[in-house]
């Protein structure tokens, strides 16, 4: 029986095991999915004492992505891009192998909630490790421009300068206190903060979120996280969490971990949803 986990901290409420377990049912397979807590300071020897000890794949939550990235001898090209790694395989003599999931994740349910992302145009909250894993996917997807909108525009900046030479002129920088209604309409407003985490509201005017098509959290939950509640209150034409892009991106480390087999992810995203709500 092959044998994965899930990294992070915290790690005890992870749906990584269901969602695996679910899509290796699919295919008549077998495998142990477990949770493993981790810390800074123990990272490194979490993930070296897993694969000796039989692991064939990881899943990598934060805070430990980049510090994933350090572990890995091989890269994905989105990995590289991202400077992340939420899934890592172990291959020949030992080596590790990195990639990101991530940002086609978020890419693949968004084709479910919002359709063709051609020409669409992204307000994206956050400057941090997760906003970077999803920039370069949506601009592949086809998406006309990305507006990076964070609490502090040094860190905005900075993210538009890391991306500027491979994607010129489709990316600006903006303090998030100054985003305008103007500047979200008809946009699509994607939460990479982890404001969610702490039960936070986001500092956006509710002008802004009426104005958008359609306001997507990267984060999920039982209940609505703040931004899906204060787009409701805004009267926000759509909103929606980010449960789907947690299942999308567990199918394509299923993918790599299972010579490319590809799970049905409608059913399980309906499973984890009703189990949500009970």
């Known amino acids: 029986?092959?044998?994965?986990?899930?990294?992070?901290?915290?790690?005890?409420?992870?749906?990584?095991?269901?969602?695996?377990?679910?899509?290796?049912?699919?295919?008549?397979?077998?495998?142990?999915?477990?949770?493993?807590?981790?810390?800074?300071?123990?990272?490194?020897?979490?993930?070296?004492?897993?694969?000796?000890?039989?692991?064939?794949?990881?899943?990598?939550?934060?805070?430990?992505?980049?510090?994933?990235?350090?572990?890995?001898?091989?890269?994905?090209?989105?990995?590289?891009?991202?400077?992340?790694?939420?899934?890592?395989?172990?291959?020949?003599?030992?080596?590790?192998?990195?990639?990101?999931?991530?940002?086609?994740?978020?890419?693949?349910?968004?084709?479910?909630q919002y359709g063709d992302l051609s020409a669409a145009r992204v307000v994206l909250l956050g400057a941090g490790g997760a906003a970077r894993g999803v920039i370069a996917p949506l601009l592949q997807a086809g998406v006309s421009s990305i507006v990076i909108a964070n609490r502090t525009l040094a860190s905005a900046q900075q993210l538009v300068a890391q991306f500027t030479p491979s994607y010129p002129r489709q990316l600006t920088a903006l303090a998030l206190s100054d985003m305008t209604p103007q500047q979200c309409q008809q946009a699509l407003i994607i939460n990479a903060t982890s404001a969610a985490w702490s039960g936070q509201n986001l500092a956006i005017a509710a002008e802004c979120l009426a104005a958008t098509a359609l306001?997507?959290?990267?984060?999920?939950?039982?209940?609505?996280?703040?931004?899906?509640?204060?787009?409701?209150?805004?009267?926000?034409?759509?909103?929606?969490?980010?449960?789907?892009?947690?299942?999308?991106?567990a199918a394509l480390s299923f993918a790599l971990w299972h010579d490319g087999l590809t799970p049905n992810t409608d059913s399980v995203l309906q499973q984890l949803r009703a189990s949500l709500k009970r």
């Open 1 to 112: 029986m092959t044998l994965f986990t899930v990294i992070g901290n915290p790690v005890a409420h992870s749906l990584s095991p269901q969602i695996h377990h679910l899509f290796a049912q699919q295919f008549g397979r077998e495998l142990r999915y477990t949770r493993s807590l981790s810390s800074p300071a123990k990272f490194a020897r979490t993930v070296s004492e897993f694969f000796r000890y039989g692991g064939t794949g990881a899943n990598v939550t934060v805070p430990f992505k980049q510090a994933a990235l350090a572990l890995c001898s091989q890269l994905s090209a989105r990995a590289e891009a991202a400077a992340a790694v939420n899934t890592l395989q172990l291959r020949e003599h030992g080596q590790l192998f990195g990639d990101n999931t991530d940002g086609i994740g978020l890419v693949a349910d968004l084709h479910r």
């Open 215 to 249: 306001v997507y959290d990267m984060n999920y939950g039982a209940q609505p996280t703040p931004l899906l509640q204060q787009a409701a209150a805004a009267g926000a034409q759509r909103s929606v969490d980010g449960l789907g892009m947690l299942v999308e991106q």
